[in-house]
């Protein structure tokens, strides 16, 4: 079965940190590219992070403060998210571009002091 699963979000103060995790099943990672997007409320979904073969691309928002990683052995891509804003809190969402697209469920990261 092709899936994804996120997973790592939750609550976290203003400045902290947190690796989203987005776990393959059904593909190789390192066969698609694979981004991540979020959605804030009452926002439209934005693109966020892709790697795609050895390449990285990163949203304005992202640059400097998200890293997008990828592990082949365990078949996950990983957002790291340090120096959260407010502004972050979304639910994020793993994507791989296979077929006509694969979406995660979903994970909710929300900043808040």
């Known amino acids: 079965q092709v899936q994804l699963v996120e997973s790592g979000g939750g609550l976290v103060q203003p400045g902290g940190s947190l690796r989203l995790s987005c776990a393959a099943s059904g593909f190789t990672v390192n066969t698609y590219a694979m981004r991540w997007y979020r959605q804030a409320p009452e926002k439209e979904r934005e693109w966020v992070a892709t790697f795609r073969s050895e390449s990285r691309y990163y949203a304005d928002a992202a640059k400097g403060r998200f890293t997008i990683s990828r592990d082949n052995f365990k078949n996950t891509v990983y957002l790291q998210m340090d120096s959260l804003k407010v502004g972050d809190t979304a639910v994020y969402y793993c994507?791989?571009?296979?077929?006509?697209?694969?979406w995660g469920q979903g994970t909710r990261v929300t900043v808040s002091s």
């Open positions: 994507y791989a571009a296979i077929g006509g697209g694969l």
